[in-house]
């Protein structure tokens, strides 16, 4: 059984690493997800309880109304190592200043109170003249209702089957499932007309057999868990949130080039983007005509949240690759990216904007000083130890190469200043 255990799990790793390129630098990201519908004009809105079964339906609202509060939705820990058996580490975002909670959500009881008092839906049904009653009472912009149905089944199984022993055992099996059906329809209220309607069904399993059929999940768990899908449909609906991508960083192999973008790539996976960025716009720059340079450079600018910019660096990947779909695919998020930052804009909620230094020195060549902080490296007006010392630099600090000349490299300085070191020098 060890053996044949063993045999599966090494037949898994190599099944793993012959998919998983020796070269690919990937960074997992979360990024702004563009909703299916945008309201430029909905500031303020309510969420009714959802009609049909009565526990489900209050369960779907309060699950709405949590998620429509929450300032990351989207973002959650992340596992890490071989097929995510590692520990969780905290999901990143290099996003700034978005926050998910882009609506002002009044309490479900509020909703409730106004009902009773007005004597509204006595009947048992709301339908959207009513909703926009209650809305304008509470001075809402648009209200949300709904309906929602769920279905629980519970089957008990046996199936006979032979040890490796040589006995005869019978395995017995519980199998719990719940299922789920629900609409949503966005109401404006200065006009009572639906603005957006959604469906959405999911489903939850649970199976447990032999001595472990006791600790199958009951069926308010799995109840929980279906509408948590619900919910999550019907907010990312109509509001902006989070959304994790894996960028697959291209390798560039232009000789010139390469060791500069594998450093690049080093920067993004450590999210030092202050370093990442000037190399990835220079290498474009030095091989405009390559796609996989201009994919790159997008990457950048997309999980920073410059996305004018990330559209225009996959369009030009896109047009000299046509049929690469991680282009297209990169390309068609960027632009949901900005339609949300247009959205974010007309609601009085930008995001931060980053600034980046420029690309001139991004691809010279650099060379480190040997010695520790301590040390002193002299730096000389010309390349010859005879003339005249202009600066003494602690070692280990880093300089741009102008040119070497023999052995000696000029440097730049700051200030604009420039000056010689000896090769003996560096590192």
């Not at 609409?183 to 007309?193: D, G, H, L």
């Not at 006791?214 to 069926?219: G, T």
């Not at 919910?231 to 697959?248: E, H, I, S």
């Not at 023999?406 to 090769?423: P, S």
Request: hydrophobic share 40%; charged share 25%.
């Amino acid at each position: 059984m060890r053996l044949k255990m063993h045999v599966f799990m090494m037949s898994l790793l190599l099944a793993w690493l012959i998919q998983l390129p020796a070269y690919a630098q990937k960074v997992d990201c979360y990024v702004l997800q563009a909703p299916v519908k945008q309201y430029n004009n909905i500031k303020k809105i309510g969420v009714m309880e959802f009609s049909g079964n009565k526990d489900a339906g209050q369960m779907l609202a309060d699950q709405i109304i949590a998620r429509l509060l929450q300032e990351d939705r989207g973002i959650k820990d992340q596992q890490t190592g071989f097929l995510g058996l590692g520990k969780a580490v905290e999901g990143v975002t290099h996003i700034k200043g978005f926050k998910t909670n882009v609506y002002s959500v009044i309490e479900r009881n509020q909703i409730n109170e106004i009902l009773k008092e007005q004597k509204l839906g006595l009947s048992g049904t709301i339908d959207e003249s009513t909703a926009a009653r209650v809305g304008a009472i509470l001075g809402l912009d648009a209200i949300i209702l709904g309906s929602v149905n769920y279905e629980k089944k519970e089957d008990n199984t046996s199936k006979k089957y032979v040890g490796f022993d040589g006995k005869n055992y019978t395995k017995n099996c519980k199998i719990r499932k719940v299922t789920s059906t629900a609409s949503m329809k966005i109401v404006e209220v200065s006009t009572a007309e639906i603005i957006g309607v959604e469906t959405a069904s999911f489903e939850s399993e649970d199976k447990k057999c032999d001595e472990e059929r006791a600790e199958i999940l009951n069926y308010n768990q799995m109840l929980n868990n279906v509408l948590s899908g619900t919910a999550r449909k019907f907010v990312n609906y109509f509001t902006p949130g989070y959304t994790l991508v894996r960028f697959d960083m291209e390798k560039i192999k232009l000789k010139d080039l390469k060791k500069k973008a594998d450093e690049a790539g080093d920067y993004l996976e450590s999210g030092n983007l202050k370093q990442a960025f000037p190399l990835l716009v220079a290498i474009y720059e030095a091989d405009s005509y390559n796609p996989k340079a201009a994919y790159n450079a997008g990457i950048i600018h997309e999980m920073t949240g410059l996305y004018d910019d990330a559209v225009n660096y996959y369009q030009i990947a896109s047009q000299l690759d046509p049929a690469n779909q991680l282009y297209a695919d990169a390309l068609k998020r960027a632009e949901g990216g900005v339609q949300t930052l247009a959205f974010l804009e007309s609601i009085d909620k930008p995001i931060e904007t980053y600034t980046f230094s420029g690309t001139g020195d991004a691809l010279a060549e650099r060379i480190v000083l040997k010695g520790k902080s301590s040390d002193r490296v002299d730096i000389y007006e010309f390349p010859d130890s005879k003339s005249d010392a202009i600066a003494k630099i602690p070692g280990g600090l880093e300089f741009v190469v102008i040119e070497q000349q023999g052995d000696w490299y000029r440097i730049k300085l700051i200030n604009n200043k420039e000056g010689f070191v000896h090769k003996r020098d560096v590192n």
